[in-house]
């Protein structure tokens, strides 16, 4: 029936495109618009797994869209750095003077002192790995090892699985036990939600390990906290569980696997008793979980990425990935493990950039991003170029960062949709367009999903999308032809299976395969060369520092001996949406942790190590296990009294697989403020 049309909806059209940003679950929006400008941002009622609703962070985005921090024209800096004051000039302006630079630097010192950095702030298919990339390449730039997230897991899946597609959300209620390990699906991933508590309505067991009691922790049948970066004694526990007390799945492990002596040997150190000593938790409850685990199917374990982010996390996510095999829980719907089903639809950036090899230069560990700026010679890094990211905000160590930005020869080029805390420190500063603006692709890692992103509005202001500006700059520099987005969207799109593309143009969407739930071991198989489970691959033990599922103790000390975790929040993507936060950041502590150093709740404390210092409130909150404390993932650095947040806490250390960062191994103290 066609709705009624009032003087409130005369005039208003509905726009239908998708969310790019780096969230499992990219939800179909409808987006609503009326004279030009975006009134309202909606869930889209055709996808089956968003359905129509969408998380309260993105239904703000008009207020990034229009709001006093957005970056409306290409600027240049005026003064020292970091103060903040630009000057506006025209884009030919901008992109010239970035030209001159970059060929410059490749002339002289060598193109290998350019380092693009770029993370998933826009991650779509079209904002990263297209026009950006074939510049960098063709210059010669230093390359970039995106590893902030998802490298160790990523490393785990891809040696054990190949990284073959996992269960998707729809599939969660046919599970009659559920794992949330170091996944809080209610910050981010919201649409896994429902599906959880469905399956709990009809029967379904739920086990969350978390050291917070988040709010479906607290609707857990059973709740493990454990310290940050002990997960791994855990599922070690588990597998010894499950192989002395003969619940292995022998007749599975020798079908489809190999390794699995490895994987016992080095399971057989780790008894119940010491895995739950170690990782600070009641051995009963321990054994309740191996128990619930061998004892029911199907069970499903969504491995999340909570538990990678410390110098097990690689370990800790391959023994989490190989306790399917181990157990016997494939081959049935609702069964097996979840974890990102980015590689599903099995479509990779190498499609349309074939025609542009990766040149072997100088890799870049993007955690290590304060060492390359202060200390890398030969060449040192003499251009940054920032697209996608707010680093200053994102990466490990941040006051070595910060110093890197602060160096008077580094030539910093931001390109963005606001004034971050990286932007700050640029010489020249270029307005991005958001999602609302662009074209894009949209895939999802959570469900299995391709979309299209259509521009719903003008850009504000001057903005312009990547896709244009990295053909532009290529142009200029005799690397490349300028395009339209609009061109760049039909060769990408050209390069997808045929099937794929006309879906995507014509309908806006593609049809996931397996009705986007395929049942592991059953439509999917490991995707390694013998299509058989590595659970002991040779690479990954030669290239831990304590061998593959080699536990490296806690770097707690007595000066240091608290935990500093940073998880996502309801509030940001990362650190996208972080210029909107405006009350400061409160540290969550442990009544006993606080009652131990004189703390009340609003108290004003310093948290600190030998890295930096954050200054803040504290909440006396029962819900975060004693020895552990927590600031939100992503803050700017307006969030604190200091200009600090807790990446100037957290080591620039690397994760044991993958290159990873280690933020859960932050350790500090804390104490009131004032008192020293
Ligand atoms: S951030 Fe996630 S939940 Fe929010 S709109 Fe985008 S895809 Fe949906």
């Known amino acids: 029936m066609p709705r009624a049309v009032t003087p409130e909806t005369w005039g208003r059209s509905t726009v239908r495109t998708a969310c ?15 004279k030009g400008r975006v009134v309202k941002i909606d869930g889209g009622a055709t996808n089956p797994v968003t359905r129509n609703y969408i998380c309260a962070k993105v239904r703000r985005f008009g207020e990034r869209l229009y709001g006093e921090d957005r970056l409306l024209y290409p600027a240049i800096r ?8 630009f000057t506006r000039v025209t884009w030919d302006e901008a992109l010239d003077q970035i030209a001159r630079r970059m060929a410059a630097i490749r002339d002289t010192t060598g193109a290998e002192a350019i380092l693009p950095f770029c993370y998933g702030g826009s991650n779509g298919l079209l904002s990263q790995d297209t026009n950006d990339a074939r510049l960098f390449r063709a210059i010669g730039a230093s390359r970039l090892a995106r590893t902030v997230c998802a490298a160790p897991t990523g490393a785990a899946n891809q040696a054990l699985y190949g990284k073959m597609p996992g269960a998707t959300y729809a599939d969660y209620v046919h599970a009659r036990l559920i794992v949330l390990w170091g996944v809080n699906p209610s910050a981010s991933g919201i649409h896994l939600v429902p599906y959880v508590r469905e399956a709990q309505k009809a029967g379904a067991t739920l086990v969350v390990i978390d050291p917070r009691s988040t709010a479906l922790a607290r609707q857990a049948d059973l709740h493990l906290a454990p310290r940050p970066g002990t997960d791994l004694p855990i599922a070690l526990a588990l597998h010894r569980f499950l192989f002395e007390g003969g619940y292995a799945d022998e007749r599975f492990l020798d079908a489809h696997t190999r390794g699995v002596a490895g994987l016992r040997a080095r399971a057989s150190e780790w008894t119940i008793e010491r895995a739950a000593e170690t990782a600070g938790i009641d051995p009963v409850d321990l054994t309740r979980f191996a128990q619930l685990y061998s004892g029911t199917s199907p069970a499903l374990i969504r491995c999340g990425w909570g538990l990678e982010r410390n110098r097990n996390g690689g370990s800790a996510a391959a023994a989490v990935l190989a306790l399917p095999a181990v157990a016997g829980k494939f081959g049935v719907r609702g069964g097996g493990f979840s974890m990102s089903n980015s590689g599903a639809l099995g479509i990779k950036a190498a499609a349309w950039m074939n025609d542009t090899p990766e040149p072997a230069t100088r890799l870049v560990n993007m955690n290590l991003l304060g060492r390359a700026l202060l200390e890398f010679r030969d060449p040192p890094v003499e251009m940054l170029f920032v697209y996608n990211c707010n680093p200053l905000a994102t990466m490990p160590d941040q006051n070595r960062v910060l110093e890197g930005l602060k160096r008077e020869d580094l030539f910093t080029v931001v390109y963005e949709q606001v004034f971050t805390d990286t932007a700050r420190y640029a010489d020249v500063l270029l307005p991005a367009t958001t999602f609302l603006e662009n074209y ?11 979309q299209l992103v259509r521009p719903v509005v003008e850009p ?3 903005a312009r999308p990547n896709a244009e500006v990295f053909s532009e700059l290529a142009s200029r520099l005799d690397l490349g032809e300028a395009e339209l987005e609009t061109d760049t969207l039909f060769r990408i799109a050209g390069r997808l299976p045929p099937h794929v593309s006309s879906e995507l143009l014509e309908t806006g969407s593609v049809t996931p395969p397996f009705d986007g739930a395929p049942v592991q071991f059953v439509d999917v198989f490991p995707l390694t060369p013998d299509r058989k489970v590595d659970l002991f691959p040779e690479a990954l033990d030669e290239g831990a520092p304590a061998g593959l599922y080699g536990f490296q103790p806690d770097p707690g ?12 929040s309801e509030k940001t993507i990362t650190s996208t949406l972080g210029e909107l936060r405006q ?3 409160v540290l969550q502590m442990n009544p006993a942790d606080a009652a131990a150093r004189g703390l009340a709740s609003d108290d004003p404390v310093r948290v600190f190590n030998d890295l930096g ?23 700017w650095r307006k969030s604190t009294y200091n200009g600090s947040t807790s990446n100037a806490l957290v080591p620039d250390t690397l994760t044991d697989l993958g290159g990873g960062a280690c933020f859960n191994d932050a350790r500090v103290q804390v104490a009131l403020l004032g008192r020293h």
């Open 20 to 34: 790019p940003l780096d969230c499992p679950d990219s939800c179909t929006l409808d987006v609503t618009v009326e």
């Open 78 to 85: 005026q003064g020292p750095k970091g103060q903040g004051v």
């Open 440 to 450: 894009d692709i949209a895939k999802a890692y959570g469900p299995i999903s391709l």
């Open 460 to 462: 504000f202001g001057e």
């Open 557 to 568: 000390t007595d000066r240091f001996p608290l935990a500093l975790i940073s998880p996502a």
């Open 583 to 585: 009350r400061a950041a």
């Open 613 to 635: 210092e954050v200054q803040c409130p504290v909440a006396l909150n029962k819900d975060i296990r004693p020895g552990t404390v927590s600031l939100p993932k992503g803050l």
